[in-house]
């Protein structure tokens, strides 16, 4: 049999999904990159839309979907807050209508398909580092709940799909990654603190800075959720994915003020509700089941994003399109 496979990614135009067919497509795969491009845009797959394994469909993952595939990557959903929380109802929907449909298409098809969850499902956590065992502190009726209960709602649909219709699914627990193609106005605090300080503007801490967050670069998260879709299939997880050095958010400020030999000052700004105050994740089953653990310091990927900003045009990217 071969083992060049028929793959589609939701959500493969955003900042990782972009990276993950590229990824794919380098090995050959015949890539459907499927997005709506309500976070991302075309320029991020650009280059690989010349490539024969490659192809691209506008579609909204909350309409259901005719294709024939052996393996889904379900990455679409806005991530950063100020895009899920743009339109709630819409976030909502396309994390449980998206899981319902790339499901549905699995159990037709008989693919494997990959949930791409987050460490938000464990809300404000009380338990610090954050294991796969932990149910998480979510508050179902905040600012936040739009995402975190979508996802934890994807989680139990993606189970249930499995214990009861035998799908051969995985899930994965993102937690916060960054890199080269992060959307610059997607409010997320590396893309805000590298944008402000490359433009010498202040740099907006929310809080008192002392909140925590574990920052993974981008090929190491990538990395890992290669492995884990080509894991065992009675391995569904979830299964944490993030790097575990833990920092301070006033420490990355001054971070990317030290790397980009900024001027920029630190200002404070009111903490928004719900803002977890730490965040780390526990990888010990990663490393048992993958020999997965990041290789890149939070210093060498700031390095390597800041260089990306530096090249980009921010002209050319617009905030989210409110007509959707
Ligand atoms: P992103 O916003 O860059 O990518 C999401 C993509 O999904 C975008 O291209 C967007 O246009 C698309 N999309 C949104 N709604 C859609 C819909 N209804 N139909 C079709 N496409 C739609 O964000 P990202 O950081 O690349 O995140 C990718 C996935 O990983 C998301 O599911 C996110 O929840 C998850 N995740 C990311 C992080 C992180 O730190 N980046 C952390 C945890 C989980
Ligand atoms: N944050 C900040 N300044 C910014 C953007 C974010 O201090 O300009 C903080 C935010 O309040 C949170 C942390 O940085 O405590 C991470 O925010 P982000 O939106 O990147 O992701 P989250 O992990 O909260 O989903």
Same mark, same amino acid.
């Given at each position: 049999m071969?083992?060049?496979?028929?793959?589609?990614v939701?959500?493969?135009?955003g900042?990782i999904g972009?990276?993950?067919?590229?990824?794919?497509v380098?090995?050959?795969?015949d890539?459907i990159c499927?997005d709506n491009?309500f976070?991302?845009?075309?320029?991020?797959v650009e280059?690989?839309?010349?490539?024969?394994n490659?192809?691209?469909?506008r579609?909204?993952?909350?309409q259901p979907?005719f294709?024939?595939?052996d393996?889904?990557?379900?990455?679409?959903?806005?991530a950063?807050?100020?895009?899920?929380q743009?339109?709630?109802i819409?976030?909502m929907?396309?994390s449980?209508l998206?899981?319902i449909h790339?499901l549905?298409?699995?159990k037709r098809c008989?693919?494997k398909?990959l949930?791409?969850?987050t460490?938000?499902v464990y809300g404000?956590?009380?338990?610090?580092?954050?294991?796969?065992s932990?149910?998480?502190?979510?508050?179902?009726v905040?600012p936040?709940?739009?995402y975190?209960? *979508?996802?934890?709602?994807?989680e139990? !649909?993606f189970a249930?799909?499995?214990?009861?219709?035998n799908?051969?699914v995985r899930?994965v627990?993102?937690?916060n990654?960054? *890199?080269p193609?992060?959307?610059p106005?997607?409010?997320?605090v590396v893309?805000?603190?590298?944008?402000?300080? !490359?433009?010498?503007e202040?740099?907006?801490?929310?809080?008192?800075?002392?909140?925590t967050?574990?920052f993974?670069?981008?090929?190491?998260?990538v990395?890992?959720?290669v492995?884990?879709?080509n894991?065992?299939s009675?391995f569904?997880g979830?299964?944490?994915?993030g790097?575990p050095g833990?920092f301070?958010i006033?420490? !990355?400020a001054e971070?990317?003020?030290?790397?980009?030999d900024s001027r920029?000052?630190?200002?404070?700004?009111?903490?928004p509700?719900?803002?977890p105050?730490?965040?780390r994740?526990?990888i010990?089953l990663?490393?048992e089941?993958f020999?997965?653990?990041?290789?890149v310091? !939070?210093?060498e990927?700031?390095?390597?994003t800041i260089?990306?900003?530096?090249?980009?045009n921010?002209?050319?990217?617009?905030?989210?399109t409110?007509?959707?």
């Open positions: 071969s083992s060049i496979k028929r793959i589609l939701t959500g493969g135009a900042f972009s990276h993950l067919c590229e990824r794919l380098a090995g050959k795969h890539v499927l491009f976070t991302s845009q075309k320029t991020n280059h690989l839309l010349s490539k024969p490659f192809e691209l469909i579609h909204d993952i909350t979907i294709l024939e595939v393996e889904i990557f379900n990455l679409a959903c806005p950063a807050p100020g895009h899920y743009y339109n709630p819409k976030t929907k396309t449980v998206g899981a790339t549905g298409l699995a008989r693919a398909v949930q791409a969850s460490s938000e404000d956590p009380e338990v610090h580092p954050q294991p796969e932990y149910r998480g502190a979510v508050n179902p905040g936040r709940s739009c975190d209960e *979508g996802k934890r709602a994807a139990t !649909l249930d799909y499995h214990r009861h219709n799908v051969d899930i627990r993102i937690f990654t960054y *890199g193609r992060m959307h106005f997607d409010g997320r893309s805000n603190f590298i944008r402000q300080a !490359l433009a010498g202040d740099i907006t801490i929310f809080g008192d800075g002392e909140q967050r574990s993974c670069y981008l090929n190491d998260l990395e890992g959720i492995r884990m879709m894991g065992p009675d569904i979830p299964m944490n994915l790097n833990e301070t006033r420490e !990355l971070l990317v003020i030290e790397l980009t920029s000052k630190l200002v404070q700004r009111p903490l509700a719900d803002d105050t730490r965040r994740p526990d010990s990663a490393k089941k020999d997965w653990e990041p290789q310091e !939070l210093r990927g700031l390095i390597k260089d990306w900003f530096k090249t980009i921010l002209e050319e990217y617009r905030a989210p409110p007509n959707y």
